[in-house]
């Protein structure tokens, strides 16, 4: 017996889901072709680069759909998931000491004690410092999520490579 509280799904509720999760599923199997049939160059690693931050999100089942039909997309989304702090601390080679305690400071400073995603807090940050530090790669403030919180300057949750998938917020 349900509860006041609970509520079932309708049926028509439920074949317009299943519709839409097979339309989904559609349209990724055509994105993933349409790459797949792309000649090779920058429009083709640009189209896989956000095809794969797409995928990281997705089901395994769609993922392992995506990949059997263009394997290059394995590789970007491994590269999107997780080298956001190899891609910082390449960058933190070319900046001063004093650029990357301004670029931390502005994405602490945007954080509180309650948990909010990590995508908030770096956007924040972008719009608080100058136009030259702006200009680096998302990858590269993502990256600084986890030196932020190995320093003990920040407190997080989720998949410390996603900024989508991560919570943060100061200890």
């Not at 690693?45 to 995928?55: E, G, H, N, P, V």
């Not at 807090?121 to 100058?130: D, R």
């Not at 200009?135 to 920040?154: N, T, Y």
């Amino acid at each position: 017996m349900q509860s006041d509280k609970e509520v079932a799904m309708s049926p028509a509720q439920h074949d317009d889901l299943q519709a839409l999760l097979a339309h989904a599923s559609a349209a990724m199997r055509a994105a993933a072709i349409e790459v797949e049939s792309m000649p090779d160059g920058e429009a083709r690693d640009r189209y896989l680069r956000q095809f794969a931050s797409l995928l990281a999100n997705a089901t395994e089942i769609d993922r392992e759909e995506a990949f059997k039909i263009c394997p290059a997309l394995r590789s970007s989304v491994a590269e999107s998931e997780g080298p956001a702090e190899s891609v910082s601390e390449h960058f933190t080679e070319s900046l001063a000491a004093a650029d990357i305690e301004t670029i931390d400071a502005a994405i602490v400073s945007n954080c509180s004690h309650s948990k909010e995603l990590a995508a908030r807090a770096i956007g924040m940050a972008l719009t608080a410092l100058p136009p030259e530090l702006r200009d680096l790669p998302l990858d590269f403030f993502q990256g600084r999520i986890p030196i932020l919180v190995r320093a003990g300057r920040l407190r997080a949750e989720g998949n410390l490579g996603q900024m989508r998938s991560c919570n943060i917020w100061l200890p």
